[in-house]
């Protein structure tokens, strides 16, 4: 059975930086292209961005809002994919969610709450 | 960016009754690379068809896609208790984006 456990969320300043961990289980992990996926409280649903396989290159994409502050990176012996995030901003409060990227988003983790505030 | 808007922002409906939710994209989305997704309050989303209307494992045959191009349409045959929720489209022909969002709610 596939699980994803997110984890690292919490309270922080505007500008402060912070890391998220997803815990893979149950499938091959190296295999996989991995998405972030994030909810600001009462939003809707926003791509943060992915990285591919390393087999497949290995390469992240951003979305624009993100690109320049946030890193996704894997580590495959671990099973654990990351963000790290940087100079954030009250608007990258959220819940973040890490899947698997099959394009389309079947597994999901349950989620864990960046808040950005003062 | 492909920008996806869903229409109505809110459905207002009875159960037994029929739900069409729209998803219209700003541009073609290629192979019919669309998703939908359900979402209730404090739960991570789920997946309910790809592929425009390929249906999810699982998803009861109530729920069915269609569509092509940048018009897509999710139908709810007739509406149970437990699909009163936020509905999103995305695509996946051009990186990936999330419609805003449909909710169905409870006449």
């Known amino acids: 059975e596939v699980h994803l456990v997110e984890s690292g969320g919490g309270l922080v300043k505007p500008g402060g930086s912070l890391r998220l961990s997803c815990a893979a289980s149950?499938?091959?992990?190296?295999?996989?292209?991995m998405t972030w996926v994030r909810q600001a409280p009462g939003k809707g649903l926003e791509w943060v961005g992915r990285i591919k396989s390393k087999t497949d290159g290995g390469t992240p994409d951003y979305a624009a809002p993100v690109e320049g502050r946030f890193t996704i990176s894997r580590d495959d012996s671990k099973n654990t994919l990351y963000l790290q995030m940087n100079s954030l901003k009250t608007e990258d409060t959220a819940v973040y969610y890490c899947?698997?990227?099959?394009?389309?988003?079947?597994?999901w983790g349950q989620g864990t709450l960046v808040t950005v505030s003062s | 960016e492909i920008v996806l808007t869903q229409s109505p922002g809110t459905l207002s409906l009875s159960p037994g009754e029929r739900a069409t939710l729209s998803c219209r994209a700003s541009?073609?989305?290629?192979?019919?690379?669309l998703a939908w997704y359900q979402q209730k309050p404090g739960q991570a989303p789920r997946l309910l068809i790809y592929?425009?209307?390929s249906r999810a494992p699982g998803i009861p045959d109530r729920f069915s896609g269609s569509g092509s191009g940048t018009d897509f349409t999710l139908t709810i045959s007739r509406l149970e208790p437990e699909d009163f929720a936020v509905y999103y489209c995305?695509?996946?022909?051009?990186?990936?984006?999330f419609g805003q969002g449909t909710k169905v709610e409870i006449k």
């Open positions: 541009q073609s989305v290629s192979s019919s690379y």
């Open positions: 149950g499938f091959t992990f190296s295999n996989a292209w």
């Open positions: 592929g425009a209307s």
């Open positions: 995305q695509q996946y022909g051009s990186s990936r984006t």
């Open positions: 899947t698997i990227d099959y394009a389309y988003f079947l597994y």
